[in-house]
Nanobody, 125 residues
Framework: QLQLVESGGGLVQPGGSLRLSCAASGFTLDYYAIGWFRQAPGKEREGVSCIRGSSGRTNYADSVKGRFTISRDNAKNTVYLQMNSLKPEDTAVYYC??????????????????WGQGTQVTVSS
């Protein structure tokens, strides 16, 4: 059974860093696209970054380019989101999600069918 578990969220000051982890089980990363998404209170869930199957191709939302980096460790079956230079507007619940690479089209929530439970990231002084 496909399962995703996020960790690494917390409270950080503006300008600080956090690394989120998404531990996957029940499937192999090579055959899936993994995305990080976030949802702030009163806002729609939005795509942050995605990494695709065996190619490792990545893409990022404009709002996080140059600050966030997505990566994966196939040996640990885990995908990471390194977040640097955090801003208050990055505050949200962050989710990871998975979709078969055969079905992946865009880094948008509607393309992904399997989701983790989310982890809260709060950027505040």
């Amino acid at each position: 059974q496909l399962q995703l578990v996020e960790s690494g969220g917390g409270l950080v000051q503006p300008g600080g860093s956090l690394r989120l982890s998404c531990a996957a089980s029940g499937f192999t990363l090579d055959y899936y696209a993994i995305g990080w998404f976030r949802q702030a209170p009163g806002k729609e869930r939005e795509g942050v970054s995605c990494i695709r199957g065996s190619s490792g191709r990545t893409n990022y939302a404009d709002s996080v380019k140059g600050r966030f980096t997505i990566s994966r460790d196939n040996a640990k079956n885990t995908v990471y989101l390194q977040m640097n230079s955090l801003k208050p507007e990055d505050t949200a619940v962050y989710y990871c999600a998975a979709v078969s690479i055969l079905s992946f089209r865009q880094c948008v929530p509607s393309d992904f069918g399997s989701w983790g439970q989310g982890t809260q990231v709060t950027v505040s002084s």
